[in-house]
C-alpha cells in the first residue's frame, strides 16, 4: 500500500522555536507532543498513546534535534528519561545530564544490562499489572544502529560459549518494542541506517511514528516503504516527512537550543511564551 502523501510547497516555515507565536498555540492547543509545524502553521503531534518513534536523517540530518525536542517534552510531563549513547567522547545531549529522572549509560556493558533489566521489570509488570498504572519512561536511543551491532558484539566477546542463538540485549530491546507500551515504555530510536533486520520485527509493525529526512532512497525504502514516490530533497535545516497511519506529512520540525531543552524540561518557560 501506498502511503498517502500531504505535500504543500508554499507556506512552510523554515524555522520553528518554542519562543515563536506559532508554536505557543501549537503547544498550548494539545496535551501531545509537538514534533513540528505543517504547511500554514498546521501542528504535527505525536498520536495519543505515543508509540514508538524512529527518527531517520542520515548523517547531520538532525536526528540529535529531534530527539533532545521529545525528551525534553517527555521531561515536562513527567516521564522519566533514559538516553543510552555510546559517544563518550561527545555525548549528544548533554543538557539532559544534570536533570532529575534522567540517566545516560555510554557504555555498551551498560547498555546491555539496562535493556536485559528493563525487560524483566517489564515482566514483572505484566505478572502484577493489577497493582497500578505503569510508569512512563522514555528510552533515547542516540546511534540505534551502532548500538544494536555493539550488542551483538559485546556479547560474542563476552559469553563466546552461549547456547544463545542471539544477544540478550538485542532480544530485550526486540521485545521492549513489541511490547513495552504496556508497561509505560516509549522507545525513539535515532538510527541512519534503519532498522537492524535481526530485530526480529518491521519497521512499520512496532514505530507508530517515523521522522525521517532525505538519506538516500535506499534509508527511504527502510524506513518508510510505503511511501512513494521519494519525497523531494531539501537543504533547510529541520525539514523533514513525518508518516503517520499510513499519511507522509511534511513538516518543519521543532528545534530547541539545549539550554531551551533543559529550561523546558524543568518547567520553566522564556518570557515570551508567557
Known sequence: MTAQTTMSFTALRNAVHITDPHTVRAVRGSERVLL????????VYLPEGDGHVLVATGGGGGTTTVL????AQALRRGAHVDVLDL???R???????????VQILDRIEQIHDYLVDQLDQLRQYDRASAAGAPQRRLIVIEHGDRTVDALRQYWGLTRPDSQLADAPGIEALGLLLAAGR?????IAFGSTRGVAPYLGTQVRDVFVTRVVAYGGQTLWTRIAPEVWPVPPYSVIPGRMHVVQDGTTTRLQALYLAEN?????????????YK
Open 36 to 43: 513540528g509545524l505543517a504547511a500554514g502553521d498546521v501542528p
Open 68 to 71: 533532545r525536542s521529545l525528551a
Open 91 to 101: 555525548s549528544s545531549h548533554p543538557w539532559a545530564a544534570p536533570l532529575p529522572r
Open 87 to 89: 559517544d563518550r567522547r
Open 260 to 272: 531551551e531543552a533543559r529550561a523546558w524540561a524543568r518547567g520553566t518557560v522564556p518570557k515570551e
Open 182 to 186: 504496556a508497561g509505560g515504555l516509549q
